[in-house]
């Protein structure tokens, strides 16, 4: 089992970045990890994922080019670096961990879920 906890959330303009941090208790590198959004009267919708190792990724086609994932296994951490914001990232971020090989787009694939941060981006 694992624990995860978000930060980093916060309000920031068009145009400007921000890092998402999810913090792990538990055997961290035994989960392949993914990002999620939901956004106010929207479902919740994938938005990045990186396998155990960090050494692949793969992104929804909305974020692409403008958001990074990555984990450090040694801190038991996986971060979301945003950057190029646009108001329609606006939405709760969660991370999740789920355990397998490879990489996972799907809610149902993730088992475990952090309580979100809240990312605003004004005009």
């Known amino acids: 089992q694992v624990q995860l906890v978000e930060s980093g959330g916060g309000l920031v303009q068009a145009g400007g970045s921000l890092r998402l941090s999810c913090a792990a208790a538990?055997?961290?590198?035994?989960?392949?990890m993914g990002w999620f959004r939901q956004a106010p009267g929207k479902e919740r919708e994938f938005v990045a994922t990186?396998?155990?190792?960090?050494?692949?990724?793969a992104y929804a086609d909305s974020v692409k080019g403008r958001f990074t994932i990555s984990r450090d296994n040694a801190k038991n951490t996986v971060y979301l670096q945003m950057s190029s914001l646009k108001p329609e990232d606006t939405a709760v971020y969660y991370c999740?961990?789920?355990?397998?090989?490879?990489?996972?787009?799907?809610?149902?694939?993730?088992?475990?879920w952090g309580q979100g941060t809240q990312v605003t981006v004004s005009s």
């Open positions: 999740a961990a789920a355990r397998g090989y490879g990489l996972g787009n799907m809610e149902y694939e993730y088992a475990y």
């Open positions: 538990g055997t961290f590198s035994n989960y392949l």
């Open positions: 990186i396998n155990r190792s960090g050494g692949s990724t």
